[in-house]
């Protein structure tokens, strides 16, 4: 029986990990048993935001130190997620999730579950099409399989890396008579975005192959996965999975549940997820029992239509603050708040992951001493 | 008897005064009883924020027009307070404070009650000093006594305006023999901000007179008033007092509450004040509730320490993103969620504003229906 | 006869017009006389830039003021084009262009000429389209006509503002049945600079009629003319129009030249236009000639390929600074050193104006001591 | 007899050193033979660019992967000196500075020599003072004399990276019962960066030791090396120097030259120091010449009196774009346009680095064709 275990761990600097590095040094973690790392950098979250690089180039230095094969290896195994951008409240810091084998007695009738899976490369042609939401719904499956999580209802956070087309990737297609949709990365990165939330919702039979077609991505904000948190970025040429459920295969203490948040403004998300897993926030968390969370993941996004319950925000017109790091801050501050603790995963680019103009929130907690 | 009222307005742009335009028109808000103005324009809230100018400059004219009195006498009588800066889920917004004789009936014991008044010119060489400080406390004295407020506790939120030194002030002055604290106008702009902070609570008798030297401004934290509210800038002269207060003199349905925020993820502070004026957020005051609140005043401060509840925080080493502007998204979000409205002044720069690395939060709401 | 005089005139903050009023009252300057005010506000340059419509409120109450007419008129009279963004060495400033009748002797064979024009409104569903171009070339030919300006060759730079659709004019379009190109503002703006480029260079006889479609824009970046400037915003509804050329009809003592700006390091194009005019830039304009200078008008554009002779740049992959503001400092930072002086209009957003990747420059000088 | 070469290289990111890595696989370039690095890295230059940590950190596994030395002996004993920020037309590149032996025949009378030397660490009660200014130094000496540099003058460059104090060295320096200047980062390296260009001018016995006294630094800015180019970090805790002159021991076709730049504006210097080494620039150096080139090291200061010859700039007071930023972006501007190449080493923070309000400008160039 397999266990899986989190350790959110802080960071100084985005190459600082060696907080990781002395619970490998001390025993508590074994580097073999690293399955996916996902955290927040003190970057910018944009295209220029390098400090998710010289994290992942810092981990799998690390790993390949102490397992003694080539970081090369490790990148295409170990999922790395990283979102940039700190804004306000929030805490540098990443959460380690760990499976182990054999090792702990079960305690509960269902504990966290984990798998990863890797897609083959997409081609540049089909990056935000249906051939892509086809390639991230069967990763997501193979995923779930792995974590050996049986309901489709037991999952309830799948965080996908989506590869998106660069400019030399587009034109490689277009010489070999293809038609990419887009040669602009960052159009490209919202599609893919678009096409991993598509891929989590048909993974997990939210929505049907029937329900959508190419012209919908980007288009039908209706269809969307209260449970698809996606990243794409130019570093990944195939799709990498994370699927975080409950499992009664599973022994270990911690629990996972997720909500969606229907606007910026909905705390309502926040303290519902919370009861889920016995916590009451009136109105927050007590700090003995924050201690029990160990991890907040989070994903948002700035009204597109310019206004919150009827009023103007400004985010969308600033051309001095990224639209994406004021709505990071602003909902950070929310959710940091009811929890009492800014260690929290906040990002952005939430397009067809949650309500329209909201997203969605996920918290994973230790049920030993829940209420 | 006098009779306040607030009236909250959205604006399109700084420029934009078309809705209180519209109220003056339309004879619901007399243009001689417009008492003062708080609101929050959609700048970067630094030195080069010139919003602020432009929607003072609008209002004027607007005043001046429906008045036919020149905009320059009345820009050193209707306090104009704006605070640069709707980071987040913040709406532009403005309000109009107005103050009306013997119009209404008077149904609750006390009410709120509005006074302002202005100091005299302060020398470049005295500002951030203890005098600095006792002519602001002498103001708003004189700012309570016209409200006709009789208890110093019945006062709940004190905002004041304080002039700072520029260059060209400092310069006239040293010519002159006399020795400013500082010819840099961003520092002097924070020692202003303090001996605003240290005259509130002089004025309150929060502290006294041999409580504090003028070592004591941007040392001591200890020293600290929550119900002090300062902005400091280059284009006034004088100290310009706003006190916010309930009175038994007043008649009027507005009610005014207050509560220091210990430090950015304090929803306990924010609760609690709409809790004294009869507010169940649980976890969000309802739609039909948050009708009855008409203001929403917030001050707060990147902890200069570097940490919240412990866990490193990146605002004030952020060269891209003023920590103010951190801060502001961040307490905006966390307070914004509580109400369900956007539309909240939330201001930075909260040197001996409430705690240290903290703020306060003062609420304006009609006492009609209040449970 | 004629004549046009150019005062360059310095700006405290961008509310601050005291020069202009100063050389009112003196009599230096009639308010009549002024024709059109272009100018450079320490803005960020984007939609959420407020110093243009501050400065612009400025200049028309001063204007109304002095002319005993209302300001409403008045903006529909005398252009105000404002750039915002004076990053890096560029000081604020506005140079006022004022036309007088029959006061001074012809002293050169051919002087500055000015002349404006306003088109009626442009309809949404023709901004960005081939209707649109017209409707400017029509304008720029009125302009020219105005100016007395007898040859197409004698025109050195045209400067025109176009309107561009906003969300509600392009629903209120819809919902007459019309299909305007975009409903995106930032999309339409982009569109309308290309259809005034286009515009310019159809009404100068650079292109013909049928040398383009409503493909061509923002697609075709041959075509091009190194003497239109254009700015579009939401604050104007029909093509407001400035034509500086050379006109034998005209008397005074200014000239004005232009010369097309390959790329972001086109030295050469700045040297070539200050000979035209007389002055040896070796490396620098001497301080004592720069004092004929009275107007330098510069476009530029960040390279969209992300090159620069070969060499990658990075401002288009920037959150944190936008691209415009970047190639605006860069390039006010060459022209500024050529001319040592730091008061020159540097406005981005050149598509279409000059050559691709590049831009333009125009200097007006006097001809009184030139080499 | 020592030959040095210089590569300048171009990256992708980063964490790109992929043209370097090329270069030793080919055996153009022996890792061991790699002496120091400059470069430019495309992050905010501020203390919150990681840019240069990721870096160094990828220059340190590839040369410690090539030599089979340890990555944490390596970074002591190659200076790797990064500015963060390539605001505007400047292209993300590195200079490898090589020193070989015996390799190559003398063909000119003085070559370029380069020498590198490490302090002892700096205690933190010394930094930014008198002690601090004798150790860079001495440091300074001991390079020049591993350069076998004979005379002051043939230096022409001096780089210095300098520790500064951080808020655990200050403090772990105050409980041992020392005094340092400042326990605050931000103020500790402006006076390092002060300390490390009094160490220059006092190492080339610019100035005298008793010229200055710890008061003199950030205060008395008459005192300045037009030969020191300094940069301040946490990442350091000795003073790191890499000086570059001419010396007749050396081999090699590289020459380097440097002036002072008085202003922001002075194009005069750019074009005098390109003289020296046989360019003409009028007005700019031709395509075939700029080959020649290999490095340009430029340092800048936005003018602290807040005027360029006269006029008003607004780089101290913006909010949103960092003081150092726009400076590096328009001084690049007008340097990479003499030179006509974007690859140009353009740094802040200036203080006492040439002229109040100026900078400086090195050039390395090959004699091999020089007119």
Same mark, same amino acid.
């Given at each position: 029986?397999?266990? %899986? ?25 074994? +580097? ?5 790392? *996902?955290?927040?950098?003190?970057? @910018?979250?944009? &295209? ?21 094969? /080539?970081?090369?290896?490790? #990148? ?37 579950? *984990?798998?990863?899976?890797?897609? +083959? ?33 037991? &999952?309830?956070? &799948?965080? #996908? ?5 660069? &400019?030399?990737?587009?034109?490689? +297609? *277009? ?9 602009? /990365? @960052? ?34 904000? %209706?269809?969307?996965?209260?449970? %698809? ?13 994370? #699927?975080?459920? @409950? ?8 629990? *996972?549940?997720?909500? /969606? ?25 007590? +700090? ?9 993941? #989070? ?22 603050? @990224? ?26 680019? %939430?397009?067809?992951?949650? /309500? ?16």
């Amino acid at each position: 029986m397999r266990t %899986a275990r989190v350790f959110r761990l802080s960071m100084a600097h985005p190459g600082d990990l060696s907080e990781l590095d002395g619970l490998i040094v001390s025993g508590t973690i074994k +580097a073999a048993d690293v399955a996916a790392i *996902i955290g927040k950098t003190e970057g @910018n979250g944009g &295209v220029n935001d390098f400090t998710r690089g010289y994290f992942t180039q810092t981990l799998m230095a690390l790993l390949s130190k102490h397992l003694g094969r /080539p970081a090369a290896e490790l #990148v295409r195994e170990v999922p790395c997620v990283l979102s940039g951008g700190t804004e306000g409240v929030m805490s540098p810091h990443y959460s380690v999730f760990c499976v182990s084998e054999g090792e702990a007695a079960k305690r509960y009738p269902s504990a966290l579950a *984990i798998g990863t899976a890797f897609s +083959a490369p997409v081609p540049a042609e089909d990056v935000g099409r249906s051939a892509h939401v086809e390639s991230v719904a069967a990763t997501v499956r193979a995923a779930i399989l792995g974590a050996g999580i049986e309901r489709a209802e037991d &999952v309830h956070f &799948v965080q #996908v890396k989506c590869p998106c087309v660069t &400019v030399a990737r587009a034109a490689a +297609a *277009i010489a070999a008579g293809k038609t990419p949709l887009t040669s602009d /990365p @960052n159009k490209s990165m919202a599609f893919a975005r678009a096409a991993g939330a598509f891929g989590v919702a048909l993974g997990l039979s939210e929505i049907k192959p029937d329900d959508f077609t190419d012209a919908s991505l980007l288009a039908d904000f %209706a269809i969307q996965s209260p449970r %698809a948190s996606i990243s794409s970025g130019v570093e990944v040429e195939s799709n990498e999975v994370v #699927v975080l459920g @409950n499992s009664p295969n599973w022994a270990g203490d911690l629990r *996972i549940a997720h909500r /969606p948040m229907s606007d910026a403004l909905d705390i309502g998300g926040v303290v519902d997820v919370l009861a889920d897993l016995g916590f009451a926030a009136s109105p927050q968390v007590s +700090a003995a029992d924050a201690t029990r969370i160990s991890s907040v993941l #989070v994903k948002c996004e700035p009204d597109r239509r310019g206004r919150i319950r009827g009023h103007r925000h400004t985010m969308l017109d600033d051309t001095d603050i @990224n639209a994406q790091r004021h709505i990071r801050g602003a909902v950070a501050g929310l959710v940091a708040g009811v929890i009492g603790d800014g260690r929290i995963f906040v990002s952005g680019g %939430a397009e067809h992951q949650g /309500p329209d103009g909201g997203g969605l929130i996920a918290v994973i907690a230790s049920q030993e001493g829940a209420g």
